[in-house]
């Protein structure tokens, strides 16, 4: 909602509070004011000129020679370039020294060889928008009245020595979509009384009701409807202190009819229409529900298909206006019009929404019957446009209207006690404070003992229970003045847990891994439900599930990720890692909460490295996997404690595929997906992984140990064993450190193999082993005598012998 200032000023005095200082203190009532605008910021030295004379340029055909008064002596030469542009006119003048928007300085200059001093203004350029001027000045200069004063301010006959206040209004406070409204509220804060505007007017003899018959079928869409009937109207524009009022608030001015509803729409909040009444073709207003399928061509002249939903206004047969949205164009005031009937109605707010938003036309008056209109501004907004009419065009107000009333509005009255104010704001008011809070508002109180009760006036909708009392003892009394109390009893700082800081540990190693985090849905289909899971348990359907893609709990994270690549894949990012940490959801019976665990997942496919200029790519594999998980582990501290062992899972390539332990104890699995899984997700090697988070971070680790770089030089030994096919390379490890014991630091396969030069069932499998002191060189000798012991224990433990 749009404020102006100086408009305001019509209902409260506003002496000794600036524009800034009234936002501060309507903010801090708890209506939030945006900003504040100064209309005229910037400009200067704009003033009324009287164009004494218009010639043809001489030099070009789209410029005219002005002499125009400036109320500064003898007339001013000024080339202009509007169409519109004529002799006799009283026009906005920009003198030479003058700025306007945008730091545009005026000077003499010459056009075309003719000298100008000055420039004549469109309302453009004097800053405003083109949407809200009038359609008359939208291509040309602007026209003040042949009463304007030669060397008056223009900003100031413009309205632009104003300023605005933009409210941003919550939906229940619908009462501030009016300048009454915000008048009531301000005088609230204030403590100023308001002036309500003028609307008494002498009425002829003939009656309205002898014009037209008012019948509604829809009652409880439309239980009030009053039209009024105004002969005699002369179409022309309104008067220049309502146009540039309206141009202030967003409204384009059309007429003095038209610009009169719209100006009390923005008054007092309450949407009026003007109907063309020898356009109508009857004497009836008839309101009911539309038929399906019924066409009406509204006043932007598109032909809309109603339903049913619908409320519409008809002269008995056809429509003349969706009601509460837009008139039609078979009945809108034009120029020609001579007897206005004007409509002033309480419609119920949200079939009036429906048709707003059934075709598309939100506007000014939908938006405050959907957010709610005071039904007991009906009557007095018609009078006041009726008053106004009769003013401003010449019309003559006919006695009453013609209505049909079935509208009970009765006020609300709320009950709160004083004990409970005080409790509830940390205040100590005495009830003399409180009823002074409600007389400021303007609100019905009465005490009895420690209760008062209050009765709020209509135009408040949202005051409905103790609680809307209370907020407005609150904001009236003054949050700053709200006292400030610590909490009372020991406290403990918030911090992360041991399991928290782990888990951003994980997250933070596997994103500076290279891997995306993916966020998944927890429900999935039946079909999926139980791929990959760890643990097989009965599935948990939800009771009333959207879809079956979406109806069970999820046993394990992989087939989400893998729906995540298989998305990616097809829309050609098929070189992508992603991981996941989320809840599984494990059965414990019918009817019995289910047990949730976390679990950390991975998916890899695609390049891992692609260094196009050295020519190197490298895919996905095993070990980028394996290495990617021995590296999370070693943060965590627990390289020692974690063993690979090749396992069978379901979905998973059966030679591919290790189950991970810690401790002994199965965590989870990695591996590549197998050949048909691969086949029916449309992806290229995928290689995944799933282990139980809760497992991993529970476990308690030693405090972190570090160890210095050694001074003295290690010895190396290779050696390549001959074992059974079958023995894996993870127990040969396992017996070489040990027995290695403390001199060896390090044993990594570096070859493998299994060509026709081996015995049948064999293999050669070669180890690199690095023996290390930290504390003195070693000799040949003391590596020699652990050497031997390490084949030795490979030989009894294992079968392995050296190969030859």
């Not at 928007?101 to 001093?117: C, D, M, Q, T, Y």
């Not at 032909?303 to 003349?320: M, Y």
């Not at 506007?363 to 907004?381: C, I, L, T």
């Not at 193999?753 to 023996?771: H, Q, R, T, V, W």
Request: charged share 25%; glycine share 8%.
């Amino acid at each position: 909602m749009f404020v102006s200032y100086k408009w305001l000023q019509d209902y409260v005095d506003l002496t000794g509070v600036s524009a800034n200082e009234l936002a501060e203190k309507i903010t801090k009532s708890g209506i939030e004011v945006e900003g504040v605008e100064i209309l005229n910021e910037g400009i200067k030295g704009v003033v009324v000129g009287h164009v004494v004379e218009r010639v043809q340029h001489p030099n070009a055909d789209k410029l005219s020679k002005c002499q125009v008064d400036i109320g500064e002596g003898e007339p001013v030469q000024i080339i202009c370039g509007a169409p519109n542009v004529a002799q006799g006119q009283k026009v906005a003048v920009a003198k030479v020294g003058a700025i306007l928007p945008g730091n545009f300085k005026i000077k003499k200059a010459k056009l075309r060889g003719e000298e100008s001093n000055g420039m004549i203004c469109s309302l453009q350029e004097l800053g405003m928008e083109g949407k809200i001027v009038p359609k008359e000045y939208s291509e040309g200069i602007f026209v003040f009245p042949a009463d304007a004063e030669v060397g008056a301010d223009a900003l100031a006959l413009l309205n632009r020595d104003d300023e605005v206040l933009e409210l941003g209004l919550t939906p229940n406070r619908a009462d501030c979509l009016s300048m009454l409204g915000v008048a009531y509220e301000v005088a609230a804060i204030l403590g100023r009384e308001v002036k309500l505007p003028e609307t008494s007017l002498e009425s002829l003899s003939e009656k309205a009701t002898d014009y037209v018959k008012v019948v509604v079928e829809a009652t409880e869409d439309n239980p009030l409807y009053v039209a009024k009937m105004i002969k005699n109207v002369k179409i022309g524009p309104s008067p220049l202190w309502m146009q540039t009022r309206l141009m202030s608030a967003g409204i384009r001015p059309h007429n003095n009819v038209v610009d009169i509803t719209n100006y009390i729409l923005l008054e007092y909040g309450q949407p009026l229409h003007a109907f063309d009444y020898d356009r109508l073709g009857s004497k009836e207003i008839l309101v009911r529900r539309a038929n399906d399928g019924e066409k009406f061509v509204t006043l932007d002249d598109v032909e809309r298909t109603l339903t049913a939903d619908h409320l519409v206004i008809t002269n008995g047969t056809e429509p003349v206006a969706l009601a509460g949205v837009m008139g039609g164009a078979n009945s809108e005031v034009t120029s020609d019009t001579t007897t206005v009937l004007l409509e002033a109605a309480y419609f119920n707010g949200a079939t009036v929404r429906k048709a707003s938003k059934d075709h598309g036309l939100r506007s000014e008056a939908s938006a405050r019957f959907e957010k709610g209109v005071d039904p007991n501004r009906v009557r007095v907004a018609g009078e006041r446009a009726a008053y106004l009419m009769a003013k401003y065009a010449g019309g003559e107000v006919l006695e009453g209207a013609a209505e049909v009333d079935t509208l009970t509005v009765e006020p609300a009255v709320v009950s709160v006690t004083l004990e409970k104010i005080n409790r509830v704001l940390g205040t100590g008011l005495e009830m003399k404070d409180v009823e002074a809070i409600f007389d400021r508002l303007q609100f019905g109180v009465s005490v009895e003992g420690d209760t008062v009760t209050v009765t709020a006036p209509t135009r408040r909708g949202d005051i409905k229970i103790e609680e809307d009392l209370l907020e407005e003892v609150a904001r009236l009394f003054g949050y700053d003045n709200i006292p400030k109390t610590l909490p009372i009893g020991s406290t403990t700082p918030g911090k992360l847990s041991e399991y928290q800081k782990k888990r951003r540990v994980v997250r933070a190693y596997l994103e500076g891994a290279g891997l995306y985090q993916a966020v998944t849905y927890s429900l999935t289909s039946e079909e999926k439900a139980s791929q990959f899971a760890m643990e097989k348990r009965d599935f948990i359907r939800l009771a009333m599930p959207m879809s079956e893609d979406r109806s069970i709990l999820r046993l394990s994270i992989l087939p989400q990720l893998l729906e995540v690549l298989k998305y990616n894949s097809a829309r050609q990012n098929d070189s992508l890692a992603v991981y996941e940490t989320g809840n599984v959801f494990l059965s414990n019976g019918v009817d019995v909460l289910p047990e949730e665990k976390e679990h950390l997942a991975g998916a890899i496919t695609g390049l891992w490295n692609n260094h196009s200029w050295q020519g190197e790519k490298k895919p996905v594999d095993f070990f980028v996997l394996k290495g990617i998980l021995e590296g999370l582990f070693a943060k965590l501290g627990l390289t020692e404690r974690v063993a690979y062992v090749q396992a069978q899972v379901e979905g998973m390539h059966p030679g591919r595929t290790a189950e991970i332990r810690l401790d002994g104890s199965k965590i989870g699995f990695a591996g590549q997906l197998h050949p048909s899984v691969q086949k029916d997700l449309d992806l290229k090697d995928t290689y995944v992984f799933e282990l139980s988070l809760k497992a991993v971070l529970g476990v308690e680790t030693e405090a972190l140990q570090y160890q210095s770089i050694p001074r003295y030089p290690s010895i190396t030994r290779d050696i390549a064993l001959v074992v059974n096919r079958e023995t894996v390379s993870g127990t040969l490890k396992d017996i070489i450190v040990k027995a290695g014991s403390p001199l060896l630091k390090e044993a990594y396969v570096f070859d493998l193999y299994e060509g026709d030069k081996m015995e049948e069932g064999k293999k050669s499998i070669a180890f690199s082993l690095k023996y290390v002191d930290p504390e003195r060189t070693l000799t040949d000798e003391e590596v020699t005598k652990v050497h031997d012991r390490v084949l030795e224990a490979l030989k009894e433990q294992a079968g392995a012998v050296l190969r030859g």
